[in-house]
């Protein structure tokens, strides 16, 4: 397994909050020294308020790309139900461009009933939206590889999901970074059945970034975590009242960390 330094991230999740905030607390975070801030791909908020203040995911990325200069950015995660296969690619491309090389493409299989009923998407089935994902990455990648002019880089493709015979499957195929969720014993399951997936599909899983969602002290956590592989840690916050405090709480540990490592 490659020896990755420690990476910490933001999910600035755009829910009950103006626009205004949102940018403020982005600005915040790369003063700071946070790695990559992410935001999300829903229509409405996830808790609070459900008609509360929200933004949408890719407009906001784009303003991002020119708002930030040094931090990666990109969607915890895309719904991939939202949008044409080769068009995402389009975007991405577009604002990898913008952001001089910074995005990461997330991409998931989408969950939230409400985005789609209210934006007129056909839910169906947790394995139909799996399957829908399948076909996606292929015509993504396809795509991307058409493009004029083509992407800065090779954009990192995140997969975020933890489901164990098709998600990580599709991470072991065409993922470079995999986000999971969990305790760490759920973590380590995790882990090993991506290896296997990796191992049928002939691909080295020390290609593939370990990636989750953290929360609480660093110092309980982060250790335990840091054994399994996992070396981007994300930490979240929304609105209406922004606290950046547990991201530096996590920024300290990391700084401590690739120190002690020499990351």
């Known amino acids: 397994m490659i020896d990755r330094p420690v990476r910490i991230a933001l999910q600035l999740q755009p829910q009950h909050l103006d626009y205004k905030a949102?940018?403020?607390?982005?600005?915040e975070a790369e003063d700071l020294g946070v790695d990559v801030i992410f935001n999300w791909d829903h229509f409405y908020p996830l808790s609070g308020d459900p008609v509360g203040l929200h933004f949408e995911c890719w407009t906001m990325l784009g303003a991002w790309a020119e708002a930030t200069a040094r931090v990666e950015i990109g969607a915890l995660v895309t719904c991939n139900s939202y949008r044409n296969p080769e068009l995402l690619a389009d975007m991405a491309r577009t604002v990898d461009h913008i952001s001089d090389g910074r995005l990461i493409l997330g991409i998931g299989s989408g969950w939230f009933e409400k985005d789609y009923q209210e934006y007129g998407y056909e839910f169906g089935t947790a394995g139909g939206r799996l399957d829908d994902l399948a076909a996606a990455l292929p015509r993504i990648e396809s795509r991307l590889g058409?493009?004029?002019?083509?992407?800065?880089?090779?954009?990192?493709?995140?997969?975020?999901?933890?489901?164990e015979r098709k998600t990580l499957r599709l991470v072991a195929r065409h993922a470079d970074i995999w986000h999971g969720f969990g305790d760490p014993d759920t973590v380590a399951r995790k882990v090993e059945i991506l290896h296997r997936h990796c191992a049928e599909v002939g691909r080295d899983p020390a290609e593939i970034e370990l990636s989750t969602g953290v929360r609480g002290n660093p110092a309980e956590l982060g250790g335990r975590l840091r054994e399994l592989g996992v070396s981007l840690f994300t930490v979240g916050v929304g609105g209406p009242d922004p606290d950046l405090g547990p991201l530096r709480s996590w920024l300290a540990w990391r700084d401590?960390?690739?120190?002690?490592?020499g990351g």
């Open 146 to 163: 058409k493009l004029n002019p083509p992407p800065t880089r090779k954009i990192p493709v995140l997969i975020g999901g933890g489901g």
């Open 22 to 27: 949102i940018r403020r607390t982005a600005a």
């Open 256 to 261: 401590a960390e690739n120190g002690r490592t």
